[in-house]
């Protein structure tokens, strides 16, 4: 019976103190704000931050919340939950991306007197920069870095750098001695310990960075260089860069400023610059939000400074000219090059032909030939309409215009040929003297032929010559409508393929012109005349050969 009293008696001091201690009506004082920084899966041991909290052994005397969107909620004990506390500490096990948040502690430290503690608890899927502790920057001789987990508790501790393992190193606090650049490197603390029978691990890293001692330069500005002028446009946003070196590791005593012709741009209206470090160097870009008539009338001045000297460069801004009229003369220039092209390609054989007139006066050739061409022809199995167009092309229009008119002196077979000589020597004797070989193509359409039969031994000759000794070339005339080459022989063929015919209308009125495009083609084909040739005669010299 005594000890029931006494229990009952506790159970309502303990009731009367956490009454006490949790009375609303009384306005916490709130502390600074701490940062915690973990990873998901870990496990979170956070004690009170305030050194006297987290010592606190009445359980009652601390209460634990969470800021989130729906308000502030209280955190349970139990240690079923997940998220629990037992006094002064906080655990999270594990910890999961939606723990992030900010966590608040309440500590009565008397009855009506208490102080209210505030943690970010940021929690990351995984290691990320952003989670670094501290930046030991500073050239020392030894840097201490402190575990920033597993404070207060048991645990196994390690270290490591740029996550490999540092041996030995079981301490809550690293020393690094004698630094020196090869230090450099993110330092991680890892320890593992128990709670309730499950084990958990916690993480927490410093970069440590050695920096050289400072080495201090008069300011030189790199860029842009003095009298510069930047192109922009009316209206248009305009960035100025200005970079400076000042020394190495130099993070004071130094100041760049923008002016526009004598006026500092600080706070004015429309522009803005700003300052930070690139490589070793200090930039400062300025931000002129609309480019006005006012500033491309002005010059922007870049001033640095530093205690004992100062420079400056002067920069002045231009309307882009516009690229239109370069453009045009551009397609222009285009223009007339295609036509210049076109034209040329035209009149090339008018041109040559004229070039070829005043040539005529100095040309005295001596090569040894005698016909400036061979004329070859079919001579059989056609109907009377093509014989007669054929025999009227090659007895009067042939001749009247290369001979009578132009100065050529062709052999035309048939014609010019001796009565009582050989055939065969004749043939082998007037090609070797003559500088071309014109062949004239007529459709074959009499006996069930459709195509030409070219047959005869100056057709043998004529063909050997120009495509196997390759002593002559071919002008091919065709006479009449051809459509079907792949009848003919091979050789011919390959002919036709090198040199495409040139078409005779014998119904055209220029038919007989040495004008016309036909003839210019055929005399643009034909060698040069010499100067004693080239005259007007009546009719065709019928050369002797009986001296030959």
């Known amino acids: 019976m005594t000890d029931l009293w006494i229990i009952s008696v506790c159970f309502l001091a303990e009731l009367v103190m956490t009454s006490t201690f949790t009375n609303s009506t009384v306005q916490c004082e709130r502390q600074d704000i701490y940062h915690v920084r973990v990873i998901a899966g870990e496990g979170l041991y956070l004690p009170c931050p305030h050194l006297q909290c987290s010592d606190e052994m009445n359980a009652s005397a601390i209460s634990w919340f969470k800021n989130d969107s729906n308000g502030i909620q209280q955190i349970p004990a139990e240690e079923s939950a997940r998220v629990h506390y037992h006094g002064a500490i906080l655990y999270i096990l594990p910890l999961a991306l939606n723990d992030t948040g900010r966590y608040i502690t309440r500590w009565w430290y008397e009855y ?113 260089r ?42 004015v209206k429309g522009y803005s610059y700003y300052t930070r470090e690139v490589n070793r160097t200090v930039l400062s870009v300025l931000n002129i939000n609309k480019v006005s008539e006012t500033d491309l009338h002005s010059v922007f001045r870049c001033i640095a400074s530093d205690a004992n000297k100062w ?23 285009i223009l007339l090059f295609l036509v210049t092209v076109g034209t040329m390609k035209w009149f090339a054989v008018d041109l040559v032909l004229c070039f070829r007139s005043f040539w005529i006066v100095w040309n005295k050739r001596d090569d040894g030939k005698v016909y400036d061409a061979y004329v070859i022809y079919q001579k059989d199995n056609m109907d009377d309409e093509t014989e007669k167009n054929l025999a009227h092309f090659i007895s009067t229009v042939l001749p009247t215009v290369l001979e009578d008119k132009c100065g050529f002196k062709l052999f035309i077979h048939g014609r010019d040929d001796l009565p009582g000589e050989d055939s065969l020597e004749l043939t082998d004797a007037r090609m070797q003297l003559s500088r071309r070989l014109i062949v004239v193509l007529t ?8 195509v030409m039969t070219p047959k005869g031994y100056d ?3 004529g063909l050997h010559q120009v495509l196997v000794q390759q002593e002559m070339s071919a ?45 210019k083609q055929v005399r643009y084909m034909m060698p040069v005349p010499t100067a004693a040739a080239y005259c007007p005669k009546s009719s065709s010299p019928r050369p002797n050969f009986s001296q030959a």
């Open 475 to 519: 002008i091919l005339i065709q006479l009449g409508g051809m459509s079907k080459y792949s009848e003919l022989p091979l050789g011919l063929q390959h002919l036709l393929w090198k040199t495409p015919p040139l078409r005779w209308d014998s119904g055209s009125p220029q038919a007989a012109c040495p004008g016309s495009r036909f003839w």
């Open 112 to 224: 009506d007197k208490c102080d209210e503690f505030e943690t970010d608890v940021v929690v990351y899927e995984e290691f990320h920069t952003d989670q670094l502790y501290g930046n030991f920057s500073e050239q020392t001789t030894t840097v201490e870095m402190l575990c920033p987990v597993c404070e207060k508790q048991e645990k196994n501790l390690t270290w490591y750098k740029d996550f490999h393992l540092i041996p030995g190193q079981t301490e809550w606090i690293l020393r690094v001695r004698h630094t020196s650049k090869k230090d450099d490197g993110i330092y991680t603390c890892v320890c593992s310990w128990e709670h309730y029978g499950q084990t958990f691990k916690s993480s927490g890293s410093h970069q440590l960075q050695i920096v050289e001692p400072a080495k201090r330069y008069p300011p030189k500005i790199l860029s842009p």
């Open 311 to 333: 420079v400056q460069v002067l920069i002045t801004l231009k309307t882009r000219e516009s690229v239109l009229p370069l453009v045009m003369m551009f397609l222009c220039m």
């Open 443 to 450: 459709p074959g359409v009499s006996k069930g032929q459709k």
């Open 226 to 267: 003095n009298n510069s002028i930047e192109f922009t446009d009316l209206g248009t946003k305009q960035v100025l860069n200005c970079s400076v070196f000042f020394g190495t590791n130099v993070r004071d005593r130094f100041r760049i400023i923008w002016m526009r012709n004598v006026t500092p741009l600080e706070g």
């Open 459 to 461: 057709w043998h000759v």
